[in-house]
Nanobody, 126 residues
Framework: QVQLVESGGGLVQAGGSLRLSCAAS????????MGWFRQAPGKEREFVSA????????DYLDSVKGRFTISRDNAKNTVYLQMNSLKPEDTAVYYC???????????????????WGQGTQVTVSS
């Protein structure tokens, strides 16, 4: 079992930056892939980014490419999402999630992920 705790959300003006963190505990962090998702009010949960266990494979939602960067520090059991040039449409609750099943590739569907954090609110004002 894994416990995931997100932090770093907040209110920021359009064009600003935030860095989200997700601290994991309970299972060897370096053995599984991690993903970031978001959910805006009235919308389905949406894939944002994912990173393989080694950090060598990355994936991004098209609309965040060039603005968001995912990374992980396996020594600190933490995955990060650096978000730059934020837009009002990035406003959502952001969740991190752990995928225990896949090695060597990433998936974007929420149902593939085994554990989820509680979420952190990101609000971008115009």
């Amino acid at each position: 079992q894994v416990q995931l705790v997100e932090s770093g959300g907040g209110l920021v003006q359009a064009g600003g930056s935030l860095r989200l963190s997700c601290a994991a505990s309970g299972r060897t962090f370096s053995t599984y892939a991690m993903g970031w998702f978001r959910q805006a009010p009235g919308k389905e949960r949406e894939f944002v980014s994912a990173i393989s266990w080694s950090g060598g494979i990355l994936d991004y939602l098209d609309s965040v490419k060039g603005r968001f960067t995912i990374s992980r520090d396996n020594a600190k059991n933490t995955v990060y999402l650096q978000m730059n040039s934020l837009k009002p449409e990035d406003t959502a609750v952001y969740y991190c999630a752990a995928d225990f099943s896949r090695r060597g590739y990433l998936v974007s569907r929420p149902s593939a992920y085994d554990y989820w954090g509680q979420g952190t609110q990101v609000t971008v004002s115009s």
